[in-house]
């Protein structure tokens, strides 16, 4: 079973279609919700990751691995790029 986790904001939309994506798809993930300090779990996320450009929400990490937002769950998904099982 992969550990995922989702860094998400309430009224972020996709984070609720990740979240729905994940339910859907009966993936188990711990939420970990970023509305209380926002700008600090941006700058955290993106000096953990590494990423090119400040991170948005939501951020979902698989086994460790940061793998995007909700699009990337999406396109990694139907490209057999990432999978649950």
């Known amino acids: 079973m992969k550990n995922v986790e989702i860094y998400t904001l309430d009224y972020c939309p996709f984070c609720m279609r990740a979240k729905l994506f994940l339910e859907n798809h009966k993936v188990d ?4 919700p970023c509305d209380d300090n926002e700008d600090e ?8 990751y590494n990423l090119k450009s400040l991170a948005t929400f939501p951020q979902i990490i698989i086994d460790g691995v940061n793998i995007g937002g909700y699009s990337d769950l999406v396109d990694k998904y139907n490209n057999n790029l990432i999978s649950f099982d």
């Open 41 to 48: 779990m941006r700058e955290k996320l993106t000096k953990d």
């Open 29 to 32: 993930f711990k939420e970990i």
